[in-house]
Nanobody, 115 residues
Framework: QVHLVESGGGLVQAGGSLRLSCVAS????????MAWHRQAPGKQRELVAT???????NYPDSVKGRFTISRNNAKNTVYLQMNSLKPEDTAVYYC?????????WGQGTQVTVSS
């Protein structure tokens, strides 16, 4: 079993920054990728950033240039640095860990960006 715990969410003004963290614990091996997703009220969950075991990152256009995903393999931790935040970034942000045959999610952390 794998557990993911996110932290770092909160309330920030537009243009501000936040850094999310996700610590993974448990039976972790052969990680395919770690990722951040988000879900705003009334909307589908969407992918925000991914990082593979080789450190290759990918972002949708909506956050490219503003968000940066990184990981510390020794600490089984993934981060999401969010800069130049916009009100439309308001959502619950979820950490995701994908291994062969298993896909794990954290409980989510709320990010609210005020205008």
């Amino acid at each position: 079993q794998v557990h993911l715990v996110e932290s770092g969410g909160g309330l920030v003004q537009a243009g501000g920054s936040l850094r999310l963290s996700c610590v993974a614990s448990g039976s972790i091996n052969n990680i395919i990728h770690m990722a951040w997703h988000r879900q705003a009220p009334g909307k589908q969950r969407e992918l925000v950033a991914t990082i593979t075991s080789d450190g290759i990152t990918n972002y949708p256009d909506s956050v490219k240039g503003r968000f940066t995903i990184s990981r510390n393999n020794a600490k089984n931790t993934v981060y999401l640095q969010m800069n130049s935040l916009k009100p439309e970034d308001t959502a619950v942000y979820y950490c995701n860990l994908m291994m062969p045959f298993n896909n794990y999610w954290g409980q989510g952390t709320q990010v609210t960006v005020s205008s």
